[in-house]
């Protein structure tokens, strides 16, 4: 070994110094960056603080968050081809109740029953959300970060200005969307609509789609029998193609409205009610994001009266980790912070929907939505429901949006979109 004490150019301190460095070069074993692929819906980015949460992490664990976002039914796309590949492209993927199917288990995803002893406060999950990400054969694939749920949104200066009550029922729904669609500038063109849905054919049409039709009482199955066109299914069929065709109260493109879309026409003003996720509400109130800030309002999904279940779309984001992932441990560390009540209080604030019970009762999340909207929202939690996973139901989904569309164009009639829709379903089961 280099005696550096013997060096003529070092100094004994100079040479005590270089030891030190040396031996700490030896004795320190090299730890090498660790970088993971996350595939998420660009919501999911938003709310980390574009990013900054991932920041923290990386700081934390030396573990690297790479987020790849898209869009919803890309997601799904995308990551049927890695399953079906059994590439690892992407280590950690996000995923809705809505668009996983249970029967992608454990053969295509890490089974997390094992790891759970890790978490110790793993009692403080949602418990629906959580049992969501069960798959068919029982074992627990994910772990729930984001939940939502269907609220009304209206414009509480409009409401004012025409002296309009919040609608309890559909029909008082329907009544104030057409008090609301109005011509402000008196130049003969509709600049306010009554109300904006996602009219795009897709996985947000039927979000939209549920929420009504659990206000008419309905469902999509009653154990394995179809039922979704019933007189619920083909109410609500029928709200949302005459909202659109007959009274037509909702803006121009609506056919090819996702969220997006109607987040910013709630915003500039173009509508005065909507049903998206009660999340968008927070960014509709802020001076700097929004035409309608302080006039953003929630309350609960009008109903049928004697029929309605109380409650509309609910939804939950969860992550799951490829099974053919390189770098598992790296995943599990991730997925085990972005669901945990450090991460979700952090996200709440930033619009997130929590999955952990502490959350509802933070002071983050009182502050980001408000007293009055804090408790609209339990409220609506307490009897809320998911759809239980099932193999078909993403496709069961689908179909029902290729056939509301037809209702939409005027090719069928709801009742008829409706049916086709029972028929194609029921040969899924079968």
């Not at 005065?272 to 960014?283: E, G, P, R, S, V």
Request: with cysteine.
């Amino acid at each position: 070994m280099f005696d550096f004490s013997q060096s003529k150019w070092c100094t004994k301190k100079t040479a005590f110094f270089l030891m030190v460095i040396f031996v700490f070069l030896v004795l320190t074993p090299l730890v090498s960056a660790t970088t993971i692929q996350w595939l998420a819906h660009p919501v999911h980015f938003a709310v980390t603080g574009d990013g900054e949460l991932l920041k923290q992490f990386q700081e934390k664990t030396g573990i690297e968050v790479v987020p790849v976002l898209y869009g919803v039914d890309v997601i799904m796309e995308k990551a049927m081809m890695e399953m079906l590949s059994g590439s690892s492209t992407f280590d950690v993927i996000s995923l809705s109740n809505t668009t996983w199917r249970n029967d992608l288990g454990s053969d295509v995803f890490l089974e997390l029953d094992s790891r759970i002893s890790e978490i110790e406060d793993y009692d403080d999950y949602v418990p629906g959300l959580i049992e969501a990400f069960r798959a068919a054969d029982g074992k627990l694939v994910a772990l729930p970060i984001r939940s939502g749920a269907a609220m009304l949104h209206y414009r509480e200066d409009l409401y004012n200005e025409f002296g309009l009550a919040v609608p309890v029922t559909i029909d008082e729904f329907v009544s104030n969307a057409q008090a609301l669609t109005k011509d402000t500038t008196g130049d003969g063109v509709v600049d306010v609509y009554g109300y904006a849905f996602m009219g795009k054919e897709g996985s947000q049409l039927i979000d939209d789609f549920e929420s009504w039709l659990y206000p008419h009482g309905g469902a999509f199955f009653d154990g394995e029998k179809v039922v979704v066109n019933n007189e619920a299914g083909v109410e609500a069929a029928a709200l949302l193609t005459d909202l659109l065709n007959t009274f037509k109260v909702v803006p121009a493109g609506t056919l090819s409205y996702t969220s997006s879309e109607v987040k910013t026409a709630m915003q500039e003003g173009l509508a005065a009610m909507t049903t998206l996720w009660w999340q968008y509400n927070i960014d509709w109130n802020k001076p700097e994001l929004s035409k309608i800030a302080g006039n953003a309002r929630m309350a609960k999904l009008p109903q049928k009266p004697d029929k309605g279940l109380g409650y509309g779309h609910m939804g939950c984001w969860a992550v799951f980790i490829d099974k053919n992932c390189k770098e598992v441990e790296a995943a599990w560390e991730f997925i085990k912070f972005i669901s945990s009540a450090e991460a979700q209080k952090y996200m709440v604030a930033r619009g997130n929907g929590p999955t952990r019970l502490s959350s509802f009762q933070s002071e983050e999340f009182i502050n980001a939505v408000g007293p009055e909207a804090a408790a609209i929202i339990a409220d609506v939690y307490a009897v809320g429901k998911m759809p239980s996973p099932s193999p078909i139901f993403p496709e069961a989904r689908e179909t029902v949006a290729r056939e509301l569309h037809q209702a939409f164009t005027g090719a069928k009639t709801p009742k008829q979109a409706m049916d086709d829709a029972a028929s194609a379903i029921q040969k899924l089961i079968q």
